[in-house]
């Protein structure tokens, strides 16, 4: 399915980006795996799948640090045909009680690692074309008490995916972001069993998402079978928002 391509992944250590990263890599491409802090995970990956995998560190926060990414990148690799900007982070507080330097660090990794990341992507991208995912959520849509810094800087995701799809849709660059609801990885571990019961009662589908149903469609927005999708915000969520 994407045999031959190039494809970035940030925030790929564990949960959904490292599921994005074995399933990529299963379809053929050559993935450039960043991560903040290596987990064993990626050097399992490395063990399978050889030098189809190439990982390097860097915190998309820091513009220099993301400017070296792509710079290594390129002289590993050539080329890049897909970006998908999965890296954030989560820190639930109610909005009385959040930190100044919690917006900051939120904003600087979900956001701004985001808008740091689509502009050197598009560079490499301009000649030839190529397909952005950026993984939003459903709080990015909705909105959730106890998460107004995380919801902003997913709806800001969502702001970046459509006005960067209509700018650059003329260099055949496309720009679609995925809004995954409640799905099972260690951002949910601090929720309690009732907490996790009330979320998949109010799921119509019963049931917590998996990462394999992120990076399934991740990996259909990346491939040519997307080719006319652009701009588009795709819910994962089992229409736990409708």
Not at 41 to 51: A, I, Y
Not at 63 to 91: P, W, Y
Request: net charge positive; charged share 25%; hydrophobic share 45%.
């Amino acid at each position: 399915m994407l045999n031959g391509k190039v494809v970035l992944v940030t925030g790929s250590n564990k949960g959904i980006g490292l599921e994005i990263v074995r399933i990529f890599l299963k379809s053929g491409a050559t993935v450039v795996a960043n991560y903040r802090e290596k987990h064993d995970n990626l050097d399992r990956l490395l063990d399978e799948f050889g030098e189809k995998i190439i990982l390097i560190k860097a915190n998309i926060s820091k513009s220099e640090e993301v400017k070296t990414l792509f710079s290594e990148l390129k002289n590993r690799c050539k080329r890049l045909d897909v970006l998908v900007n999965n890296a954030g982070i989560l820190k639930d507080n109610l909005l009385m009680m959040s930190k100044e330097e919690d917006f900051d660090c939120i904003i600087g990794t979900n956001l701004k690692g985001v808008f740091l990341c689509m502009q050197q992507a598009a560079k490499m991208m301009m000649r030839s074309g190529g397909s952005i995912v950026n993984i939003s959520s459903i709080v990015g849509i909705g909105g959730n008490a106890g998460q107004c810094i995380y919801s902003a800087s997913k709806a800001g995701v969502i702001g970046l995916t459509k006005s960067a799809a209509k700018e650059m849709g003329q260099f055949n660059i496309r720009v679609n972001a995925i809004a995954p609801g409640v799905i099972k990885t260690d951002m949910i571990a601090h929720l309690n069993d009732e907490k996790i019961g009330d979320f998949i009662k109010n799921t119509p589908l019963k049931k917590l998402g998996r990462p394999e149903d992120v990076a399934e469609t991740a990996l259909f927005l990346a491939s040519d079978s997307a080719s006319f999708i652009n701009g588009q915000v795709i819910e994962v969520s089992g229409g736990l928002v409708i």
